[in-house]
């Protein structure tokens, strides 16, 4: 099975998640979100094509890491090759993070007619969801780029049927009552 790539797997990485990481750029995304930082992996003729086996062994070989992030592009343009590479990783030891362009929401509505959203997912431990929206970028969310996407659990969404973000990642408006709970009482 092959795997179209925006790029080679980056090693290293401290700002796709947590902890060192490396990170499947994957090619391919229909989102087209205005102010995308990656335009050059929309084109699902661009980037180069892999066979899943021989990045089985670079993620084999990874010795700093602690996790796999995929990235692009989206990878659920990608589905049944990222949920392979996912598996593998979990063999190996490794968390897997996962963006996309898609809401949570829209994943489960896709499952509907689309057999393999869920076993991709299942093979995701935390996924950044939805689009880049311009309007709502900000500097103060960490590992995203806007403060309408969240980082999810997805165990626990999937186990309990809703959307479980993780709390110390959440985004509160700064006159949010809780907020400033937490404000005072630190
Ligand atoms: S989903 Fe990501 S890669 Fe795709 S257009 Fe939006 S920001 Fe760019």
Redesign the pocket.
């Known amino acids: 099975m092959e795997i179209r790539l925006a790029a080679p797997l980056q090693r290293d990485s401290i700002v796709d998640g947590e902890g060192i990481r490396a990170v499947v750029w994957t090619q391919g995304?229909t989102?087209?979100?205005f102010g995308?930082?990656?335009?050059e992996?929309?084109d699902f003729g661009g980037g180069f094509l892999v066979d899943i086996e021989e990045l089985k062994q670079d993620i084999k070989s990874l010795t700093e890491e602690t996790g796999v992030t995929f990235s692009?592009?989206?990878p659920f343009c990608q589905m049944v090759a990222c949920r392979e590479l996912a598996k593998f990783c979990h063999e190996c030891g490794l968390n897997v993070w996962c963006?996309?362009?898609y809401t949570y929401e829209k994943l489960m509505e896709m499952s509907k007619n689309n057999e393999n959203v869920i076993p991709f997912l299942e093979e995701i431990d935390v996924l950044i969801d939805g689009?880049?929206i311009m309007k709502q970028k900000s500097y103060d969310v960490k590992f995203r780029?806007s403060k309408n996407q969240r980082v999810i659990d997805v165990k626990k969404s999937l186990k309990t049927g809703e959307v479980v973000e993780i709390k110390k990642y959440q985004y509160k408006e700064k006159n949010d009552p809780e907020e400033k709970k937490e404000e005072i009482y630190i």
């Not at 995308?36 to 335009?39: A, L, S």
């Open positions: 995304c989102h087209n979100c995308c930082h990656n335009p992996t929309h692009g592009g989206d963006y996309t362009g689009p880049f780029g």
